[in-house]
């Protein structure tokens, strides 16, 4: 009963925050700071759950039957990250998007906001079909008034829009899921399924992949997601690529969970999915102008790793080998952990440089290192994580989905960890050029403009939650070892019977791999302290000279190396990218421009026209709809009559 | 004189001096078989040790554009590049830190000392180190794949993920395993030549800005930092060196033999690579990432042939 009441206590907080933050009256101070508790109950709830606490569950009458609250080591797993991230983005929120910013959206925000983490509260513990669909389906609508805050924008209000009708999208197919899983099981409750063939799972599996593929951004499937974590405040992109996303990885394991086994050849499938996900997310990384676009893309590349981590679990359990199962189940949590923490963080600090600049465009930035000093030290931890670097927490789940590929390899059966393997390499370095680029370009040589060398600290209320972030990243990948209880928790829920314990089997080489990387750490340190001590000779001054630039004296920011070519060389792989160059002709040329753009292959490329077209021809309905009252009244008549008319004939026609 | 066996702590202690004492050896031979091979007597053997000693009592020159991130670049690549040589074997003579899943650790070792590399390029603002950064983030992306499948394919003839057992595991001897270790080697040597610098990808030599890569990027590097700089790179040579001939030493029966031959590989290693240098010319730039996806090729063949 405790976890589930200190879930149920932490909605309810971020419900009355939520409602409070409407009130005109009141100081805005009441609502944060009780959404800030209901984010400390969370924690604590979700944290007893994966130290060992029994699950709790809550029963109540429901649509004609009984529904069930019920918070186990799988929910924990991700309401942690949720009220960690939720917390720590209403302090930053405060400073970043006054409550009378832009003609008061601040209020509508933070009533989206509180609303959206109630709503995947409730969605990470309901086991009923019914439930599950209602908390899903106001988290994503929260979702789409939070993503079109800034609505004033035409670009804003179209992500929002294009956000809405794939998620719909979406949930039309979780629908049909949960219809099709309500006929295998025989009731709405989410229970596990008595084992038993039957040729249902395949499509319920199939469905949940589609679906809850739509919402953690799976290649075709992930077209939304740029724009709407580009145009978001930044701690609401923090929450939807650190959060929301997850809620599909959530559903996948969840739902697979149910299941008795697992039909052969998905988690291969997916194994592949996430494969290309994880290239293609990176790859266009690279192509971005846009820093915000960029870490939009970064969440599709991370996703995708996940998701590899999820389909060797899937593969695992098709082929009864409960190490794989516990291997790739745990790989894929613990990086949903690790990306919550380092994306949100990485989002904080774009939110930071873009409040400090007004700019979202990284080629009028740089220099900002000395600038913002701070926030260029907290992002340090979050670059080295995101691309998987040794010794921050990225890479030790992905050095977790390593050993799983490697595992499934020398057993022998699954080709495509053939094809994951070579994909999990190629984006690690894919991912070190596309955040070298990051952090190269905003923070580091000079800036490129006046709004870049005005820039400065953001305030304390900003710096705090991103410092908490910074350390849980390096923490987490020190702390590897003792993590792997609560990750052995969590397989046992997703794959229920299935999996071996990680910990006889990975615990020593973790500890290794923990103490190599602290060994990094301390050799670094005695390197930098060597340094130190020729620092500057007594009794000389400093002598800071211009850089040295091959013996150009004066370094002009326009001759500096640009975002767009440190990642030319990538250009030709990326079809996204579009560069528009006219040749220099005849003896006198005339000025000539260059111009190179970036469109998404799937949703802008191809999607786009293809949709505008098919609106141009669904206008010629709008005839149907004059105007005249009476007309509805007639639609409605005739609207019944042939309801009527159906249920009538239907006897006879059907037999 | 003849050793009597040594106890793996010695082992352990010749191992650390081994790679704290004899990187700046190499390029020192390398460039003495440079220079004899171009009919000059060349600088000596020793010379990089004189040029660290030399930096070590230098005063630092920082441009003031420069950041605390530009210190990151060779602080890092030395502690990646002293982690890394304690995974991998030097020969059969034992590793002091090896257990399963290091190679993975190995390999993302090299990728931090990189991106360090890299992002202290871009704080200096020059124009010139942020091409050679661009450049070396492209080339280095298409040699981790091809270090990766070599791995993969080793890892999947020893059944393990341990750089020790993979490199030296008596699976190697078998008859089955000669064409693809062959193809690992071609792949692992076109990477070692790649990620060290060396002709024919980079010109460690070369007076023209536009055409290195690596040397580009420590342009404005200075006093002890340099000093990390170069020590890292003569590290970086000696760890990827071991890796490449670890699968061809044999096995002797005793301990001090396996030194001693350690020694004559790393020997012949740097004199094959003077070799290379003296006789072939950097290629144009267009045509590193061919050579590059040789490699890849190379060890991708070679998992396969493992694979099926």
């Known amino acids: 009963m405790l976890d589930v009441a200190l879930v149920l206590l932490a909605a309810c907080s971020w419900i009355g925050a939520s409602l409070l933050s409407l009130s005109g009256k009141l100081d805005e101070r009441w609502s944060r700071w009780l959404g800030l508790c209901g984010a400390l109950v969370g924690i604590l709830g979700a944290g007893h759950g994966l130290l060992g606490g029994v699950p709790s569950r809550l029963d109540f009458p429901f649509w004609h039957g009984t529904a069930r609250l019920e918070s186990d080591a799988l929910s924990a797993a991700f309401l942690l990250p949720l009220h960690l991230v939720a917390g720590l983005g209403v302090a930053y929120g405060k400073e970043y998007w006054p409550l009378n910013h832009l003609r008061g959206t601040g209020r509508s925000l933070r009533f989206h906001f509180g609303l959206l983490v109630a709503a995947m509260t409730c969605l990470l513990v309901a086991r009923h079909g019914l439930v599950f669909l209602l908390a899903w389906e106001v988290m994503a609508v929260c979702a789409f008034f939070l993503i079109g805050t800034d609505h004033e924008l035409s670009e804003v209000r179209h992500a929002s829009w294009v956000y809405l009708v794939c998620t719909h999208t979406g949930t039309a197919l979780l629908t049909a899921m949960t219809i099709l899983l309500a006929r295998r099981s025989g009731s709405l409750l989410w229970l596990p399924i008595p084992a038993g063939p039957s040729p249902l799972d395949g499509w319920i599996l199939l469905l949940a992949i589609l679906g809850f593929g739509f919402k953690a951004g799976f290649l075709p499937l992930h077209f939304w997601l740029p724009s709407a974590h580009a145009g978001a405040p930044s701690h609401v992109s923090a929450m939807l690529s650190a959060v929301m996303l997850k809620m599909g990885i959530y559903g996948i394991l969840r739902v697979s969970g149910l299941l008795p086994a697992i039909p052969r050849g998905f988690g291969a499938a997916l194994l592949a999915l996430g494969a290309l996900s994880a290239v293609y997310g990176v790859g266009n990384a690279l192509a ?11 969440s599709i590349e991370n996703l ?3 998701g590899m981590g999820v389909g060797l679990g899937l593969a695992g359990r098709a082929n009864h080998d409960p190490w794989l199962v516990a291997l790739g189940f745990g790989g894929a949590v613990f990086h949903v952990w690790n990306h919550a923490l380092f994306k949100s963080l990485l989002f904080f600090g774009a939110g930071s440089v873009l409040h400090a600049t007004g700019t979202r465009d990284m080629e009028a930035l740089g220099g900002l290192a000395s600038r913002m000093p701070r926030t260029a030290l907290l992002l340090f931890p979050a670059v080295l994580a995101v691309s998987a670097l040794p010794p921050f927490n990225a890479f030790l789940s992905e050095w977790f989905l390593y ?8 057993s022998g059966y699954l080709w495509s960890a053939a094809l994951a393997l070579v994909a999990l390499a190629f984006t690690g370095g894919l991912a070190a050029v596309a955040f070298a680029k990051f952090y190269g370009i905003l923070f580091l040589g000079t800036p490129r403009s006046p709004a870049a060398s005005h820039a400065h600290d953001p305030s304390r209320a900003m710096l705090l939650p991103m410092a908490i972030l910074a350390c849980l990243c390096l923490g987490t990948g020190l702390a590897g070892p003792l993590l792997l ?25 973790l500890r290794f791999l923990v103490g190599a990387e602290t060994l990094l750490l301390a050799v670094a340190f005695t390197a930098y302290l060597w340094w130190r001590r020729a620092l500057v000779p007594p009794g000389r001054a400093e002598f800071r000279p211009p850089t040295w630039d091959c013996g150009y004296a004066l370094t002009l920011p326009r001759a500096e190396y640009t975002g767009s070519s440190f990642s030319d060389a990538w250009a030709p792989v990326l079809p996204g990218l579009k560069a528009r160059i006219r040749r220099l002709t005849g003896n006198f040329p005339k000025p000539v421009a260059f111009r190179s753009e970036f469109r998404d292959v799937v949703g802008e490329r191809y999607l786009g026209p293809r949709m505008e077209r098919l609106a141009a021809r669904l206008l010629r309905f709008r005839r149907l709809q004059p105007g005249y009252l009476s007309v509805y009244i ?7 009559l042939g309801a009527f008319l159906w249920m009538g004939l239907r006897g006879r026609l059907l037999g | 004189m003849s050793l009597p066996s040594l106890t793996v702590s010695a082992q352990w202690v010749l191992h650390l001096l081994t790679l704290l004492l004899l990187p700046p050896l190499i390029p020192g031979l390398i460039n003495k078989v440079k220079a004899v091979m171009a009919g000059r007597s060349g600088p000596p053997v020793l010379q990089l040790y004189y040029d660290l000693a030399k930096l070590a009592r230098k005063q630092a020159v920082f441009s003031r554009t420069t950041t605390w991130v530009f210190l990151a670049g060779p602080v890092g690549t030395v502690a990646a590049g002293l982690v890394a040589g304690l995974l991998v074997p030097f020969g059969h003579t034992g590793t002091p830190l090896s257990f399963e899943g290091d190679v993975i650790l190995f390999a993302y070792l090299f990728g931090l000392a990189r991106f360090l590399t ?18 070396e983030v492209a080339f280095s992306a298409l040699a981790e794949p091809a270090l990766f499948l070599g791995f993969a394919a080793l890892a999947k003839a020893s059944s393990s993920l341990s750089l020790s057992t993979m490199l030296l595991g008596s699976g190697l001897g078998s008859g089955r395993m000669a064409g693809p270790l062959i193809l690992v080697l071609v792949g692992w040597a076109i990477v070692f030549l790649a990620e060290n610098a060396r002709i024919p990808v980079d010109d460690p030599n070369t007076h023209l800005e536009l055409t290195m890569i690596h040397e580009v990027m420590v342009l404005d590097h200075s006093g002890r930092p340099f000093a990390l ?5 003569s590290l970086k040579l000696l760890v990827l060196g071991a890796l490449l001939m670890d699968p061809v030493l044999p096995r002797a029966p005793q301990a001090w033999q396996n030194w001693l031959l350690f020694g004559a590989g790393l020997g012949a290693l740097a004199v094959a690579v003077g070799l290379v240098e003296s006789m072939s010319a950097r290629f144009r730039m267009t045509k590193v990432p061919q050579f590059l996806l040789a490699g890849i090729l190379a060890s991708a063949f070679a998992f396969l042939l493992l694979l099926v």
């Open chain 1, 403 to 410: 050993r799983g590929i490697f595992a499934s390899l020398s």
């Open chain 1, 634 to 640: 007639l639609y409605v008549l005739l609207a019944l």
């Open chain 1, 304 to 306: 995708g790793i996940i």
């Open chain 1, 288 to 298: 971005q102008r846009d820093y915000k676009r960029l870490l939009a893309y970064s």
């Open chain 2, 118 to 135: 890299v992002l202290s390029a871009l704080d200096t603002g020059s124009s010139f180190e942020g091409m050679g950064a661009a450049r």
């Open chain 2, 229 to 233: 700089v170069l020590y890292g790179a």
């Open chain 1, 485 to 509: 209880p609560s990750l052995d928790r969590i397989v046992a829920v997703a794959a229920p019977g299935g999996s071996v314990p990680l910990g006889p089997g990975l615990g020593t080489d």
